[in-house]
């Protein structure tokens, strides 16, 4: 790989080519930004921190003419410019590849690519021409894949990079990411950053949005960090400690994080009272094995194993959501026939889908009215819950979860991912159950929401909650369980336990399948 | 550091490089399926009846439904992109009624014509107005221009009304020889013509790959940058004016104009277009599948009157199984996709 040391920006020379001056957007409810500088300069990438919520999106929006500012001023080259929307907004010069993949997956690569401004032969479409340029701009960021093969056919990660070669394509000035690696893997993340630093090289200027904190030092240039709605500063990477970086994104010290790992290995000694949960054989065909798993009150039981190992059709299983075709369930020491999420709910099962927003929340609903949703479902909807029980409860969440607004008619929608997340605990929280299933709750999270998010199930579980909890990062995972349950090709290959369960010895049983141990005696 | 767990990197050219073997890309497959039923069906009549495999059957075929494909056009346009169109049969009454009262009234035929087509077209266009720009369901608002149309029939005579127009019937009745003794109306020529301008825009041009792009996903056509609104708007005007030249082409059939012309039209244009291998939710399908659509409908109803004995409902119950069948093959398909 030839790469380019570029120098550093040049910042105090240059004139910026974004800059946008007293930015302030509310929504109802909501101040997501106020009074919010930014500036971004040719030819570097700027790195836009924050935790969820602090406003990186809205900005980023603010930018690209998905919403109109309530006040400020946004100048390209110098030139004050309003965008009427995104059409407007790439006309001018600034592309767009968001997180969630925003192509259809109904049309070739090439369309995906080049929809919008085909090459033309006589007003009709030149496929062949388009072909060729779609090669062309997938070659210059490195994606060896057919243009014409329908992009619906591709993994995620794959259309993401096709996003990319889409943006790429028509020559911007200006290139916003929007968390583009949240769905990558690491070569596909090296492939990215390769081709950043060749757009940066030619000038254009990058703004990267990001929760990994190990890319941004690697990548960028300088950044700008916003904690709720208001403008922390503007920073030189190079400058800034990640220390520095991260107090100045959660604007508190880092003793929290620290404090999390101590709850979390409270001790699995003593226990009496039967099983919560005891599944004996079951499974399903093609989604995985029989597995025989007992979870305590008060345990926190973790799944560790890869994508697609089974972490969440055990779950599902256990919710009832799918049915098992093997196996038997106790609850509490009785037999329990799961026949769906209503039979599970009733035993005082809770599943908190790693869909929030597929599967979880109501979007249009408050945040109140998302809260009490279940509690509602469970008393029946005969039996309306006074307004007053309503707000009490309301409130005392909000408080303990720190969800953020405190404003129980906020609409879901207008939170930042963390805070949806707590909500749909809360929820689940409210119906008082005895086992809580958590897949994924700190995915797309960053760091300060995710620390309280751990907190959270310590407390849970230190109050006898029994909970397990999966997550597709094995330090979360080895931190806060009690025991660890290893997936791996659907199967079930072993439990780990106790208080010197490390990430490496996971990490092995991942790989290989066996103990060490019982490899070291073959 | 952070320990990120994923399934082992994937090489981007991995799962499109090592396909093992040349197959039909799936997309196709409903059509391909409908093809070979329509293959299936005829032929099962040619050998069950005499004289049944002739070209003049064939041709037949596209005679007797020349407004259907023309309808089934249309359409198309619209449930690519997600909507529907329930007005089309009532549209094509209306401009039966226009056709035969403005001839009555002794326009010339070419203004009748355009006056009709023009009449489709704005009808169409205000309903996809009112669909885009109100946010409006398209089913409720195409229903109201449904009635609409279907009581502005009314208005203008509750009689049925025929065309006595000498080049009307002219065009009417002349027919087209082909090779093989077989001969075609000037009506299959106009509908083979909206066909292939059908193929040619949504496949070549701009405006018929956003047609595609709105039904996948609209909200990614909006953030792509493309002409949401025009496309959306579009497809109705289309319609509508398939809609108007389906008019046209079911007075030059019947020779008359009826407010109780097409009813119920508006649905066999949708069985045909489903039938077609159309996905209702938009995005996938192509114009071809629902001619073949048509034809597969006109078959079935040319066997049960060969069949001589058959009442004509069974059509209607064969179209009905048909439907379903397709609806659960292409909801398998899909089933099949997303599990790769």
Redesign the interface.
């Known amino acids: 790989m030839t790469e380019t040391l570029s120098a550093a920006p040049p910042a105090a020379t240059a004139e910026p080519i974004v800059d946008m001056r007293g930015i302030s957007i509310e929504f109802p409810g909501v101040k997501a930004l106020q009074d919010v500088d930014f500036r971004l300069f040719p030819g570097e990438v700027h790195a836009l921190m924050g935790e969820n919520g602090a406003g990186k999106s809205t900005l980023i929006k603010a930018l690209t003419g ?1 919403y109109s500012v309530d006040s400020g001023v946004t100048r390209l080259a110098g030139r004050p410019v309003t965008f009427s ?3 407007a907004a ?2 001018a010069g600034i592309s ?1 590849v ?1 997180q969630e993949v ?6 070739t690569v090439a ?1 995906n690519i080049l ?2 401004r ?1 090459p ?1 032969r006589f ?3 030149d ?1 062949r021409a388009m072909r060729v340029r779609a090669a062309e701009l997938l070659d210059r960021i490195g ?4 243009p014409v ?2 992009l ?4 995620i ?2 259309q993401q ?1 096709v996003a990319i070669a ?1 943006a790429v394509a028509v020559d911007s000035h200006v290139l916003v990411l929007d968390e583009p690696t949240s769905s990558l ?4 993340v090296a492939e990215l950053f390769r081709t950043m630093r060749v757009l940066r090289d030619n000038g254009v200027a990058i703004l990267f949005v990001t929760h ?1 904190i ?1 890319q941004v030092y690697e990548i960028s240039d300088r950044m700008t960090v916003l904690r709720n709605g208001r403008l922390v500063g503007e920073y030189a990477t190079a400058e800034l400690s990640r220390i520095g970086l991260v107090s100045a994104m959660i604007g508190r010290e880092l003793g929290e994080l620290e404090e999390v790992e101590r709850l979390a290995t409270h001790d699995t000694a003593e226990r009496s009272a039967p099983p919560v949960l005891r599944a004996k054989g079951l499974g399903r065909s093609g989604a995985i094995e029989p597995f025989d798993l007992e979870i305590n009150p008060g345990e926190v039981v973790g799944l ?5 190992s089974g972490r969440t059709e055990l779950a599902r299983l256990l919710f009832g959501a799918d049915r098992a075709d093997s196996g038997r369930v106790e609850v509490g020491g009785n037999p329990l026939h799961l026949r769906g999420p209503r039979t599970a709910i009733a035993a005082g099962i809770a599943f908190c889908s790693e869909d929030r927003k597929g599967e979880g929340l109501i979007p249009d609903l408050s945040v109140r009215d998302n809260l009490v949703l279940a509690m509602q479902a469970a008393r029946g909807w005969t039996r309306p819950i006074p307004r007053r029980v309503k707000n009490e409860l309301v409130e005392s969440y909000l408080e303990t979860l720190d969800i953020r607004p405190r404003d129980p008619d906020a609409l879901i929608r207008n939170l930042s991912g963390g805070n949806q997340q707590k909500v749909l605990l809360a929820r689940w929280l409210v119906t008082k159950p005895k086992l809580l299933i958590l897949d994924e709750p700190t995915r797309g999270i960053d760091v300060g929401a995710k620390a309280q998010i751990q907190k959270l199930v310590a407390e849970l579980a230190a109050e006898g909650l029994a909970i397990v909890f999966i997550s ?4 979360e995972v080895v931190r806060i369980s009690d025991r660890i349950v290893v997936l791996r090709d659907r199967r079930k290959v072993a439990e780990l336990a106790g208080p010197d369960v490390g ?1 490496d010895e996971v ?1 092995d049983l ?1 790989a290989s399948g066996e103990p060490e141990r019982e490899r070291a005696a073959s | 550091m952070k320990t990120e767990l994923r399934s082992a990197p994937v090489r981007p050219g991995a799962a499109s490089g090592t396909r093992p073997r040349p197959r039909v890309p799936s997309r196709f497959v409903p059509v391909l399926a409908t093809f070979a039923l329509f293959l299936a069906t005829f032929g099962a009549g040619s050998l069950r009846y005499e004289g049944f495999a002739s070209g003049q059957v064939v041709a037949n075929l596209f005679i007797d439904n020349t407004f259907l494909i023309v309808l089934a056009v249309g359409m198309t346009f619209v449930i690519l992109t997600g909507g529907i169109d329930l007005s089309v049969g009532s549209v094509v009454a209306l401009s039966t009624m226009v056709t035969a009262s403005g001839l009555q009234a002794g326009w010339p035929v070419p203004v009748v014509i355009l006056a009709v087509l023009a009449l489709g077209s704005v009808f169409g266009l205000l309903m996809g107005l009112v669909i885009h720009y109100f946010d409006i369901q398209p089913f409720i608002v195409t229903l109201a221009g449904m009635f609409l149309a279907r009581g502005l029939c009314f208005v203008i005579d509750v009689e049925s009304i025929s065309i006595k127009n000498e080049t009307f019937r002219d065009l009417a009745t002349g027919i087209i020889e082909l090779p093989g003794g077989v001969s075609i109306t000037y009506g299959v020529v106009v509908a083979l013509l909206v066909v292939a301008v059908a193929v040619y825009v949504l496949h070549q041009t701009r405006f018929g790959r956003t047609v595609y792009a709105v039904g996948g996903s609209e909200s990614s056509a909006m953030l792509m940058g493309l002409s949401t609104a025009r496309v959306k708007v579009g497809v109705y005007a289309i319609s509508g004016f398939c809609s108007a030249l389906g008019g046209l082409l079911f007075a030059l059939y019947m020779l008359s104009g009826y407010g109780l012309h097409a009813v119920g039209m508006e649905l066999q244009a949708i069985a045909a277009v489903v039938v077609g291998g159309t996905l209702l939710t938009g995005g996938a399908g192509y114009v071809l599948g629902s001619v073949i659509g048509v034809l597969m409908l006109g078959t079935i109803q040319t066997i049960i009157s060969f069949e001589g004995t058959l009442s004509s409902w069974w059509t209607m119950i064969v179209v009905g199984v048909l439907l379903l069948v397709f609806i659960v093959m292409q909801r398998a398909i899909l089933r099949r996709q997303a599990r790769h």
């Open positions: 998905v929307g995104p059409a790439q006309d767009t968001y925003n192509l259809c997956t109904n049309l369309e929809l919008g085909e033309r007003g009709a479409i496929a994606l060896d894949i057919d093969s329908v619906g056919s591709h993994p990660a794959v990079l889409r893997d690491s070569d596909e990994f190990d560790a194993g890869l994508l697609g597709a990062e094995l330090e990430v990490m991942i």
